[in-house]
């Protein structure tokens, strides 16, 4: 396939980029701060979107599928209404430019804190899941929240259409891991995502699963790790820093708390990767 892939130069879209060109894949970066040969696209101004998503003068002349991870990431690095604005506008200009070309393959980025982080308020349940209505509780996270709430109207416009919402949890590079034992001092440092992570190289596997996943409509996936940042146990976190929240399984020694077993069982998505390898 011909795949745009949308913040392409970011720690996640590097590696998604790279899977997806192993993989046989033409991969067009489209990126504000992307240089030749990828393609500097504004995405917060419709007419460069949907040129981007339908021709570029000698470069191509289509678009087969649409990866959509640029944005703003995280809550705090610029104003609220800015973090909103810029994220909000470019996921519809994609959306909408994306209906215009005729594309009905797209995946993107969605996060984690649609979950309700930093979970100042406890979670429903461990582990937490798809099933429970979205709690934001940044502009950030509202924002992920009406994406996905956007996503199923463009589905009902449109039944041929497949999106593809993947909730990734904080993505972690190779590099990032020597710090990691340092959490075990403390539980706190990480409750605000329950010690979750994804390996930046998972979480471009369950964007090649999401591509290649044969259905229509909008499906939302909780995306991490098979395992935790932490040394001590799963059930021993939840104990002491969430008493009084359901623990609905049994969980494994270093079980993660963002359940992936939807992702599992839909995708075929299989964590490859852990911290443990590397420290």
């Known amino acids: 396939m011909r795949i745009a892939v949308t913040g392409g130069t970011g720690k996640l879209g590097r590696a998604v980029v790279a899977g997806l060109r192993a993989s046989g894949d033409e991969v067009i970066n489209l990126d504000a701060a992307a240089q030749r040969p990828d393609i500097r696209i504004d995405l917060t101004d419709y007419g460069q979107t949907i040129e981007a998503l339908t021709a570029i003068d000698d470069r191509y002349d289509s678009i087969d599928a649409v990866v959509h991870l640029a944005a703003i990431p995280a809550p705090g690095i610029t104003g609220n209404a800015a973090t909103f604005q810029n994220n909000i506008i470019a996921t519809y200009n994609v959306f909408a430019a994306a209906k215009a070309a005729g594309i009905t393959n797209v995946v993107w980025a969605s996060s984690e804190t649609v979950l309700g982080l930093p979970f ?160």
Not at 122 to 127: N, T
Not at 160 to 178: H, P, Q, T, W
Not at 199 to 214: E, I, S
Not at 243 to 253: A, I, Q
């Open 120 to 279: 100042d308020t406890p979670p429903p349940y461990i582990p937490v899941d798809e099933e429970y209505p979205a709690r934001p509780e940044s502009r950030y996270s509202l924002a992920k929240h009406l994406e996905e709430t956007m996503a199923a109207q463009f589905c009902r416009w449109n039944p041929d259409l497949k999106m593809i919402g993947l909730r990734f949890s904080n993505v972690m590079d190779v590099e990032d891991y020597a710090e990691f034992p340092s959490f075990d001092a403390d539980p706190q440092l990480r409750k605000w995502n329950l010690w979750g992570y994804i390996d930046a190289r998972d979480g471009a596997q369950a964007v090649r699963k999401a591509l290649d996943y044969q259905a229509t409509g909008v499906e939302i996936f909780v995306i991490a790790n098979a395992d935790t940042v932490m040394s001590r146990s799963s059930a021993s976190l939840a104990a002491e820093v969430y008493p009084g929240v359901e623990v609905r399984k049994e969980l494994g020694e270093h079980e993660t708390m963002l359940s992936i077993d939807k992702a599992k069982r839909l995708l075929g998505y299989e964590p490859q990767h852990s911290w443990r390898h590397h420290v």
